[in-house]
């Protein structure tokens, strides 16, 4: 177990902060096995259905989610004291994302903002999915901006 003084607190998060949060290659079975279990729709489950939706089979925006979501755990939550989230402000799927394609997700620190209980505080991430195959720059692909909820590492002081 990590000691929390080596956690990030609410007090590290500046605007304008960028965190790299790691890579995730997708599979025709990760596709399939999501699109049955949560999102049964043509284009995530019959590739002949899918050509004529989407070009082909595609995964599905929540399966994209769901991929983000562990990255974002692994990549910054689990080194964090983390409280949750309050919800989703937006989210975009900008571009069909397909079985082969590897993708990096980055968050930005958009804003960081006190809280009226003195043991915490929020910062706002824009987390940004890329389709990194051929292009290390990427193409953004997903989209989505969330506040976060993060202990203070000095109650007192932002008590006072």
């Not at 177990?1 to 990760?30: I, P, Y």
């Not at 002949?48 to 939550?77: P, Q, T, Y």
């Amino acid at each position: 177990m990590r000691n929390v003084s080596d956690l990030l607190h609410f007090e590290d998060f500046r605007a304008g902060q960028l965190f790299a949060l790691g890579t995730h290659r997708l599979s025709v079975e990760e596709i399939l096995e999501f699109a049955r279990e949560f999102d049964p729709q043509p284009q995530h489950l019959d590739p002949d259905a899918a050509k004529d939706l989407l070009g082909g089979l595609c995964a599905s925006g929540w399966n994209l989610c769901a991929i983000a979501m562990r990255m974002l755990v692994d990549g910054l939550f689990n080194r964090s004291t983390s409280m949750g989230a309050p919800g989703i402000d937006e989210i975009h799927w900008r571009k069909p994302v397909r079985a082969g394609d590897r993708l990096r997700l980055d968050c930005e620190v958009l804003e960081v903002r006190g809280s009226s209980r003195p043991e915490r505080g929020f910062v706002r991430f824009r987390f940004s999915m890329w389709r990194i195959n051929d292009n290390p720059d990427g193409e953004r692909v997903m989209m989505f901006t969330c506040p976060v909820m993060f202990r203070r590492r000095h109650v007192a002081a932002a008590a006072s």
